[in-house]
Structures are given as structure tokens and as C-alpha cells.
């Protein structure tokens, strides 16, 4: 199976260097205003596209939004990576960043030291190991978490499985019904039912659908294995949806 392309955006990281590379994990179109036909052929007045971006410096994940006008055609989500930086840094507005990744530095601050004193090997290795889940996220989420963590040198598919439960967990904990017209309902229907109580918005909700879509190729057999990138873009999506849910600055623009 030939290996998956991992794109890339540079130097739009409002903290890092102009020369840091940020993969593209995730983008979703909508109109903003209902499309125009002229004949049979629609015209888009105003299409918005949201793209997610995960930092390989400061290991944040930013929610960008682009507005076009006047599409002919509904393009595909991810267009935004056919953009150079300049163009992407002149069309793209920075929406929401999920905090910095710097538990290990205030502990370092403490004892007087800075995190450049560790050698790059720690790290690295502080980076990898740090939580994704916000830090007021409550426990019956984070224990799913912490426990795909333990798995996660055994099983990407395992890790990807306990990411799924903190999902149900968030779900349960913002009140999904568990049981509508005495049929069980699945995740992907609590999903929706949250954002239609406007306790998500639309494009939480997608990014939710997406990770459960991730998720479910780590539980069945027939799918292809996951990969390191897939196991990022998790990580990513649960990040930025425990970050708007939980977060004190829950970026209420992203609805």
C-alpha cells in the first residue's frame, strides 16, 4: 500500500519561526449564503472554508477560516492547500489556537531552569508525552485517554478505540440522550443531536464526526491499519474539541 502524502503549510504559527511546518489535518467547506442558480449551474456567493493545522513547533492546534467569493463550483475542502504561505497568510484569518503545550516549562521555571537547558532528546520526548486533553476536562474523559495512552506502544487501532470512548464520554458528560423513541442511539446521532441543542456548533460537530470516522478503522478488522498521521489528526481533533467544550476561552466564534 503506497504511503499516505502529508501536507503541509509553513510559517503561519502566530508563536513559531517563519521556517515551522504545520500538516494539514482537517478542513470543511459550507456557503454562507444559499447558492444562486443561473439556469442549472449554481454560483456560490460566499463560500467559507475551515482547515485545521496542527504546530510541529509549539505543538498547538490552530483553526484557520477562508472566505471565497464568487465559486462557480463547490470546491473541494481541502483547496487550501493549493495556496502559497503568502496567499494562505493574506486569505486566512486565524480563528481559534488551542493553548501551548508548556506544562513542563512552568515546572522547569519553578527550579530556575528554562527549556532550552534540556537536552533536544527530553524534549522531544516532553512534547510526545504531554496531554492532549484540556487540562478541566473532566475525569470520566480523560481516564479513556489516559488509558489509550497506556496502549498506544502496543496498538495504534487499541489507542484509537479509547479516543472513540472519550468522545462517548464527552457526549454523555453534555448531556447526549443515551435512548430516543426507545431505540438506542449511536455516536454519531449524539453527535448531531448536540449541535442541534447548540451545544456544539457545526464545525465542532464535524470535527467530532470525523475523529469517531477515524476511530472506527482502529475497530474493525477489514480496514486498513492506521497510521502515524491518522493517529496525529486524532490527537489533533480531540485536542481542539476538549479545548472549545472544556477550555476557559472556549472560542465561542467557532460555532
Known amino acids: 500500500m503506497a504511503k499516505k502524502q502529508t501536507f503541509y503549510q509553513v510559517g503561519i504559527c502566530p508563536h513559531c519561526s517563519s521556517q515551522t511546518r504545520l500538516p494539514f489535518l482537517f478542513a470543511?467547506?459550507?456557503?454562507?449564503?444559499?447558492p444562486v442558480f443561473s439556469g442549472k449551474i449554481p454560483r456560490y456567493m460566499v463560500v467559507r472554508t475551515l482547515s485545521l493545522f496542527g504546530c510541529d513547533g509549539c505543538k498547538s492546534v490552530l483553526l484557520y477560516g477562508t472566505k471565497l467569493e464568487e465559486a462557480q463550483i463547490l470546491p473541494k475542502d481541502e483547496w487550501v492547500m493549493d495556496l502559497s504561505s503568502h496567499e494562505f497568510s493574506s486569505l486566512c484569518k486565524l480563528i481559534y489556537s488551542t493553548p501551548e503545550l508548556n506544562y513542563l516549562q512552568i515546572n522547569l521555571e519553578q527550579l530556575g531552569l528554562h527549556l532550552s537547558d534540556l537536552p533536544s532528546s527530553v524534549r522531544e520526548r516532553f512534547y510526545r508525552e504531554s496531554p492532549i486533553?484540556?487540562?478541566?476536562?473532566?475525569a470520566s474523559v480523560k481516564q479513556c485517554y489516559e488509558i489509550g495512552i497506556a496502549v498506544r506502544a502496543i496498538s495504534r487501532d487499541l489507542y484509537a478505540v479509547q479516543l472513540r470512548k472519550a468522545l462517548e464520554a464527552i457526549c454523555h458528560d453534555k448531556g447526549a440522550s443515551e435512548y430516543l423513541d426507545g431505540k438506542r442511539l449511536n455516536l454519531h446521532q449524539q453527535i448531531t443531536q448536540l449541535e442541534k441543542l447548540n451545544v456544539v456548533g457545526e464545525h465542532i460537530s464535524k470535527a467530532a464526526l470525523k475523529l469517531?470516522?477515524?476511530?472506527?478503522r482502529g475497530a474493525h478488522y477489514s480496514d486498513p491499519d492506521l497510521t502515524d498521521s491518522d493517529v496525529r489528526k486524532l490527537e489533533a481533533l480531540l485536542q481542539l474539541i476538549t479545548s472549545f467544550v472544556y477550555g476557559s476561552d472556549n472560542g465561542e466564534m467557532i460555532k
Open 133 to 138: 486533553v484540556d487540562p478541566a476536562t473532566p
Open 28 to 34: 470543511t467547506n459550507d456557503y454562507m449564503e444559499p
Open 212 to 216: 469517531k470516522e477515524i476511530c472506527n
